[in-house]
C-alpha cells in the first residue's frame, strides 16, 4: 500500500496520532459518519492511498463548498491538526476475498505513519438483532484492544455497549485472528463449506479484519458500531459521529457549521437520496 501525497514530500502528521475510517458495512453508515466529521472538522486532504485490492472508482469534489471538479478517488487521506485527528475515507469496497490482505497492508502503513489509536466506525444488520429496546435512541456497540475481552472502561463511561458478540474464542474470530497473525489457512480447521452460525456473520465483516490486523501490530483499536437497515441512514450518521466526537473528547457544537449542533453537512449530500416525492401523488 502506498500513500501518495498531495504535496510533494508530505506525509501523514504524527501531531495526529487518531485515525478514523469506516468498516463498509450495511446502509453505509460509517462512511456517511466519516464524511459528516470530515466536512466538520475542516479536515484538508493530504493524500491517496493505492492499494490493489479496493475497487476503483472516481467521483466529483466531496466536500465542496461548490463542485470545482477536483476528483475524489477510493481511498482518501485527511487531517484536522486543530482536532490532532487523521481520517481515512473509503469509497468503493475491497475486491471479495482480499480483506484481511488489506487490513494488512493498512495496519502495516499505519504503524509507519506512526499512529497510535484507531477508531473505526461501522454499521450492522439490524435483522441479526437479538434485543431491541424501543424505548431508548440507537445505542452505541463497540469493542477495544484495550482488554483481551473487547471491554473498555472508557467506552462504558461514556454510555456505549460492548457488542456481546465479540467472542475471541468462538471458532471464527480465533481464525481470524490466527490470519492476521500469519497463519497459513487450514483446510481442516475452517472452510467455506462450513455451516454458517449466527455469530459467524460478526467476524466476516471489514470492521474485524480491520480491528484484528491493527490490533496484531500493537495499534490499540476502538471499533464503534450500530445497528441499521438500507435506506436513508443519514440520522444514524449522525450519531456514529457524534458517538466518535465523544470518544475523542470533541464538542460538535463549537463546529460552528451550518446544521443544529454545529455540523457541516457535505456537499455531497444534497444529491445522495435524490430529490423529495412530489407530493401531489398523495
Not at 181 to 191: C, H, K, L, N
Request: charged fraction near 20%; aromatic fraction near 8%.
Amino acid at each position: 500500500m502506498e500513500f501518495a501525497p498531495e504535496d510533494e514530500g508530505r506525509s501523514l502528521s504524527p501531531e495526529c496520532p487518531t485515525l478514523l475510517l469506516p468498516g463498509l458495512s450495511i446502509g453505509n453508515v460509517g462512511q456517511l459518519a466519516v464524511d459528516l466529521l470530515i466536512a466538520s472538522t475542516r479536515a484538508k486532504r493530504v493524500g491517496w492511498l493505492d492499494a490493489p485490492s479496493v475497487l476503483p472508482c472516481v467521483g466529483n469534489d466531496a466536500y465542496g463548498p461548490v463542485a470545482e471538479g477536483d476528483l475524489a478517488l477510493p481511498l482518501e487521506a485527511y487531517e484536522s491538526p486543530l482536532h490532532a485527528i487523521s481520517l481515512i475515507q473509503q469509497r468503493s469496497p475491497v475486491i471479495k476475498g482480499m480483506m484481511v490482505t488489506f487490513a494488512k497492508k493498512f495496519a502495516n502503513f499505519l504503524v509507519r505513519s506512526g499512529k497510535q489509536h484507531v477508531i473505526v466506525l461501522s454499521s450492522l444488520d439490524s435483522g441479526r438483532r437479538k434485543n431491541i429496546d424501543a424505548s431508548s435512541g440507537m445505542q452505541i456497540y463497540y469493542i477495544s484492544s484495550v482488554s483481551d475481552d473487547g471491554t473498555d472502561t472508557d467506552c462504558e463511561n461514556l454510555g456505549f455497549e460492548k457488542l456481546a458478540e465479540y467472542n475471541p474464542s468462538q471458532r471464527r474470530w480465533k481464525y481470524l485472528t490466527s490470519l492476521t497473525e500469519g497463519a497459513t489457512p487450514q483446510e481442516d480447521v475452517i472452510s467455506d463449506e462450513d455451516e454458517l452460525l449466527e455469530d459467524d456473520y460478526y467476524p466476516g465483516l471489514p470492521f474485524a479484519a480491520l480491528f484484528s490486523c491493527c490490533k496484531a501490530k500493537g495499534l490499540r483499536v476502538t471499533c464503534l458500531l450500530c445497528y441499521c437497515s438500507e435506506g436513508d441512514n443519514i440520522t444514524d450518521s449522525f450519531q456514529l459521529a457524534a458517538a466518535a466526537c465523544k470518544l475523542l473528547g470533541l464538542n460538535p457544537d463549537k463546529f460552528r457549521g451550518n446544521e443544529e449542533g454545529g455540523w457541516i453537512t457535505p456537499l455531497s449530500w444534497t444529491t445522495v437520496y435524490g430529490p423529495p416525492p412530489d407530493m401531489s401523488l398523495f
